[in-house]
């Protein structure tokens, strides 16, 4: 494997990635179309950041005469899909963003990708937002995700069923990864613990929905970087009856209660949080818990960031750079 491309470069986990991968001397392409749904100056920061070790081009992968002309100009052997429109709130009041993006974009990579003639394989990003209202924990890939409660998680496992049709039509080899709250330096400043991190220093009140009664599993990027580069690197040994199509959580394994995560926010900001309970947010999910055996078992998965270093390390990025 010599070239890699990975869409939505400019995001938190592709500009991770990016750095990680370039750092192991491979060579990484991306695109972006570096919209506006947070502060495209995040995303342009993140792209000075890579400089040179990478080949940016600015492009929306939902056109797919674009999309399909640029695989074809610069053939990569793995793609690492992982542009989308993210949030599950924002799908709430925008849904046709995330039509445009996670579906018309993923069917987009998936034709390029199915019409490439040195594609080793696929990699793409799925949500653990697709096991919805699920009450047996920890989640397994294998689950029943028939009843999502969102619109973004309703696409999220759209791309995952038109992946496994494009393996069976086509032999195309794919591995879709469940990310679980994903959240570290360099991060999305529309998740919980940069909003509550900005409002704690500030002095401004927080909002803790369902009254608090909550967890997530939540995975620093470190962690989430080391499982992509080893399935970029390798993918799965599929066997002759099986479609080329494999999904892995990719989580902590450990959730934290959303009031714990706080505690722990409030420690490294050595700050205490003014709290206003909420009743439950629609399309948002009590808990999540991910059963990561299966990428243990086929990548030697390990986390090893705990809630409170991970935060930390955050905090300390946060305040390096208060201008985002």
């Known amino acids: 494997m010599s070239k890699v491309l990975i869409t939505g470069i400019a995001g938190f986990i592709g500009f991770h990635t990016a750095r990680a991968l370039t750092a192991s001397g491979i060579e990484v392409i991306g695109v972006d179309n570096l919209n506006e749904y947070y502060q495209p100056a995040l995303k342009r920061a993140r792209l000075a950041e ?30 690492l899909h992982l542009a989308a429109q993210a949030g599950v709130r924002y799908s709430i009041d925008h849904p046709f963003a995330y039509a445009h993006s996670n579906l018309l974009g993923h069917l987009s990579v998936l034709e390029a990708c199915r019409n490439a003639d040195n594609l080793s394989h696929l990699v793409y990003a799925s949500s653990s937002s697709v096991y919805g209202g699920n009450l047996s924990v920890p989640f397994f890939e294998d689950d029943p995700v028939n009843n999502p409660v969102s619109l973004y998680a309703a696409t999220k496992r759209s791309g995952e069923l038109m992946s496994s049709t494009y393996a069976h039509l086509y032999g195309l080899k794919q591995v879709g990864m469940r990310f679980f709250t994903v959240y570290g330096p360099w991060g999305r400043p529309d998740m919980a ?65 959303l009031l714990e995560m706080v ?35 086929d990548y030697g998965f390990n986390p090893t960031t705990s809630i409170a270093d991970g935060l930390t390390r955050f905090v300390e990025w946060r305040r390096a750079n208060p201008n985002f």
Do not use: C
Request: charged share 25%; aromatic share 10%; glycine share 4%.
């Open 193 to 257: 613990y940069w909003m509550f991190t900005d409002a704690i220093t500030k002095g401004e009140p927080i909002r803790i929905f369902n009254h608090g009664d909550m967890s997530r599993d939540f995975t620093y990027i470190d962690d989430v970087v080391h499982a992509i580069e080893a399935i970029v690197e390798t993918p799965p040994a599929f066997s002759p009856e099986e479609r080329p199509h494999r999904i892995y959580n990719i989580g902590n394994h450990t959730p934290v209660p």
């Open 50 to 79: 890579l400089g040179d070790s990478i080949k940016f081009t600015e492009l929306d992968i939902a056109d797919a005469d674009a999309f399909a002309a640029y695989m074809k100009k610069e053939r990569p052997q793995v793609v």
């Open 263 to 297: 505690s722990n926010l409030e420690q490294a900001l050595g700050l205490k949080a003014e709290k206003i309970l909420e009743p439950m947010q629609p399309g948002d999910v009590k808990a999540t818990y991910a059963d990561v055996s299966r990428l243990q078992a």
